[in-house]
């Protein structure tokens, strides 16, 4: 909901496009803004941080042409991989060419190819990181044995490249590999398969009413360390939706592990995650009253969380939030 703070009411709808997706694609990811931006608890959002909505606006109108409050329809991300390098977002926008090419130009270290009539543009993506932390390190010098400051420093010298491909007047597709990017135009473009037309587990339980939606599959292959990696490992399948339904926001998640000891086990790790952010929340009754409606189930190998709750209550748990970041 975080993305309706910039996203006012916008001119027709954009749900999940399956010719958008790669046939091959892993995972994907998508937000619906047109759908998003129609939502009640949306405009409770912007009515609460309305100098931040405005900014924002202001911000995207001056540097990208967009006006935030017709031009967004959608944002898909996908991969098939769970490789950093082959993910691909697609944003479908009214957008100014114009002011795009020339932000995009104005980027230190740019590089321009062409290729099939279209202009890919290169540059590398730490070099504001790295000249940031340049700024900020003369001031840790003292630390220099800390081992975080040597990891950051670390971090700070990756030298990794981005990708930008302005496909036509309303569609911008963006990655981190040349590869990926090229790629993703020739399934825009009709030059390689989509997920249109296959009966895809990653579009298999799309919910009406669904503004923002992710799914993925073979978890088993995911490499990356972390909290959640090697849990998420353990499961074939995952899938979460977000929306609004008769004044009402749901929120979604299932979970198909790879056999009925491991949902057995997940079960009680959602549960114990739900507990958490009620004893988190306990001195804010409007949270805590919305956090009461959260529904956990097992069946088999499949673990589903479920959450339904009122918009004017889910505004005044905001309203108490705000007021919390104040004190």
Same mark, same amino acid.
Request: glycine share 4%; charged share 35%; proline share 2%.
């Given at each position: 909901? !975080? ?9 027709? *709808?954009? #749900? ?72 691909? /977002? ?72 981005? *990708? ?8 911008? /597709? ?29 579009? *298999?339980?799309? #919910? ?21 990696? #090697? ?9 979460? !939706? ?14 198909? !592990?790879?056999?009925?000891?491991? !949902? ?5 790790? /959602? ?7 009620? /004893? ?5 009754? #409007? ?27 889910? *505004? ?12």
């Amino acid at each position: 909901m !975080a993305a309706g703070l910039i996203l006012p009411a916008a001119v027709g *709808a954009g #749900p999940l496009n399956p010719k958008v997706v790669s046939a091959d694609a892993k995972w994907v990811a998508h937000v619906d803004f047109a759908a998003l931006n129609d939502t009640k608890a949306v405009r409770e959002v912007r009515d609460i941080w309305p100098k931040k909505t405005e900014k924002a606006r202001e911000w995207m109108q001056e540097n990208y042409g967009i006006d935030t409050r017709e031009d967004f329809e959608s944002a898909t991300a996908y991969g098939s991989s769970y490789g950093k390098d082959d993910c691909v /977002v697609v944003l479908k926008s009214n957008y100014s060419e114009d002011k795009v090419h020339s932000r995009i130009e104005s980027q230190e270290d740019v590089k321009t190819t062409e290729w099939r009539g279209h202009k890919i543009y290169t540059c590398q993506a730490s070099k504001m990181k790295s000249k940031h932390h340049k700024a900020d390190s003369n001031d840790e010098k003292k630390d220099a044995s800390s081992s975080n400051h040597k990891s950051d420093s670390k971090w700070a010298d990756k030298s990794d490249r981005v *990708a930008w491909v302005l496909v036509d007047d309303e569609t911008i /597709v963006y990655s981190k590999s040349v590869r990926s990017l090229k790629d993703a135009v020739e399934t825009l473009e009709g030059h390689a398969e989509s997920l249109e037309g296959k009966e895809s587990e990653l579009t *298999a339980d799309i #919910p009406d009413n669904a503004v923002v939606y992710a799914a993925a599959v073979e978890l088993d292959s995911i490499s990356h360390e972390g909290a959640m990696f #090697p849990l998420l490992r353990q499961h074939k399948r995952a899938c979460y !939706a977000l929306g609004e339904k008769d004044g009402e926001l749901f929120d979604e998640l299932k979970l198909v !592990a790879r056999n009925e000891k491991v !949902a057995e086990k997940m079960e009680k790790v /959602v549960e114990g995650y739900a507990a958490a952010m009620k /004893v988190m929340f306990i001195d804010s009754e #409007p949270m805590s009253k919305m956090l009461e409606n959260v529904e956990i189930e097992q069946d088999n190998a499949t673990v589903k969380t479920c959450w339904n709750g009122d918009v004017d209550r889910f *505004a005044e748990a905001l309203k108490d939030c705000k007021k919390n970041m104040k004190r």
